[in-house]
């Protein structure tokens, strides 16, 4: 399927494997995930991988992240927040599957309404690394809520912390 031919897939459906977003729309995806949400600049997050299944960052470790210092472990807010707008970005990138019959604008114009309903992430070891990999995706897309899963691992592939969010799309 090349990028601007008319799709529009059912509201409970799982976008077709080889979907692939136009370079206006993964550029348009990652100002707003990158620059727009400052507080996301802040940690250092930077998009990898951005697909309609599944969305993927990193953050590097930096002084202002730390949260042991004896240890010099990432804070579990940093996890926290990074894991929360990776739930986020992974909406992102369902609607805009969803949606691929709108211009790329029309379908980033969408996340304004984006919203976290409810948050969990489960420490499982500590984070300690001189950078981290941040997975997620849609477990599944409604009209009014999604509901996601999140991975935080460490520059090892370890997995460090899991995540589980519910997101308002409308």
């Not at 077709?16 to 250092?44: C, H, S, T, W, Y």
């Not at 930077?46 to 990193?58: E, F, G, L, N």
């Not at 980033?108 to 409810?118: M, V």
């Amino acid at each position: 399927m090349a990028p601007g031919d008319n799709l529009t897939m059912p509201k409970h459906t799982t976008p077709p494997a080889d979907l692939q977003f136009e370079d206006e729309f993964i550029a348009g995806v990652k100002n707003i995930f990158e620059e727009m949400i400052v507080f996301n600049r802040m940690l250092g997050l930077k998009i990898t991988q951005i697909s309609p299944t599944q969305v993927k960052a990193r953050i590097d470790m930096r002084n202002e992240l730390v949260g042991h210092y004896a240890y010099n472990r990432i804070h579990g807010g940093v996890i926290s927040a990074g894991l929360d707008a990776m739930g986020g970005l992974a909406v992102m990138a369902a609607l805009g599957a969803r949606h691929m019959d709108e211009s790329p604008q029309h379908r980033l114009q969408r996340f304004a309404k984006l919203g976290t309903i409810d948050l969990r992430i489960d420490y499982l070891r500590p984070g300690i690394g001189e950078w981290f990999e941040l997975r997620a995706e849609v477990m599944r897309l409604g009209s009014r809520v999604a509901s996601t899963r999140m991975e935080f691992l460490g520059a090892d592939g370890k997995l460090l912390s899991t995540g589980s969010g519910a997101y308002i799309v409308s």
